[in-house]
């Protein structure tokens, strides 16, 4: 079955940028997404289209995509940003779509 | 204001049968599609399925057919989620989203409805 492989942990100080990936084979002929997910809340869609934001989204968040590979990245990090990230696309040729298996950012 | 509000948690045994819902509001219900998404305790996020109201046109991931079914009603602009038979493996938060559009993602989510299922 298809899968997105994230880094299960990133952590960065206050201020500085994170940067989570997001790898998956189909990545190069299907669009990807990220989440935010806090504990205990629902996930918020902060990026769709491999790299356009929400409207409500800040512009510290953003994305891009090279080749099989999709990266999360949030400028100026803030303690409001700690939170579970999840990738999530379409299988190439299938129906089903699939989540990657989030990524903790942690802010020091 | 699009909003979709799932049922209360529920606690099962095993065995028993459960379904849960999701009603939508603020837009054209039969027009979006809406999926269902599993998270298992301190687990990540696991795509189930997603149906079309207006028709019922159902998709599974291959992880979850035969295990649930989802349905909707579209005169009450409510999805569900239903289990036959509850596994104490069941026991998870179930999120119900809205599909953006034709694009492959959920643009709006459900708060969740907790299942535990225990002896």
């Known amino acids: 079955s298809y899968e997105l492989t994230q880094p299960p942990s990133v952590s960065v100080s206050p201020g500085q940028t994170a940067r989570i990936s997001c790898s998956g084979d189909?990545?190069?002929?299907?669009?990807a997404y990220w989440y935010q997910q806090k504990p205990g809340r629902a996930p918020v869609l902060v990026i769709y289209?491999?790299?356009e934001r929400p409207s409500g989204i800040p512009e510290r968040f953003s994305a891009s995509s090279s080749g099989t590979t999709v990266t999360l990245t949030i400028s100026g990090v803030q303690a409001e940003d700690e939170a579970d990230y999840y990738c999530q696309s379409k299988e190439g040729s299938g129906t089903s779509w699939v989540f990657g298996g989030g990524t903790k950012l942690t802010v020091l | 204001e699009v909003q979709l509000v799932q049922s209360g948690a529920e606690v099962r045994k095993p065995g028993e049968s459960l379904k849960i819902s999701c009603k939508g509001s603020?837009?054209?219900?039969?027009?979006?599609?809406i999926g269902w998404v599993r998270q298992m305790p301190g687990k990540g996020l696991e795509w189930m399925g997603i149906i079309y109201p207006d028709d019922s046109d159902t998709r599974y991931s291959p992880s979850f057919q035969g295990h649930v079914t989802i349905s909707a009603d579209k005169s009450a602009n409510t999805a569900y989620l239903q289990w036959s038979s509850l596994k104490a493996s069941d026991t998870a938060m179930y999120y119900c989203?809205?599909?953006?559009?034709?694009?492959?993602?959920?643009?709006?989510w459900g708060q969740g409805t907790l299942v535990t299922v225990s002896s």
């Open positions: 289209k491999d790299s």
């Open positions: 189909a990545l190069p002929k299907q669009f």
């Open positions: 603020g837009y054209s219900f039969t027009n979006y599609w």
């Open positions: 989203a809205r599909r953006g559009g034709s694009l492959y993602y959920f643009d709006y």
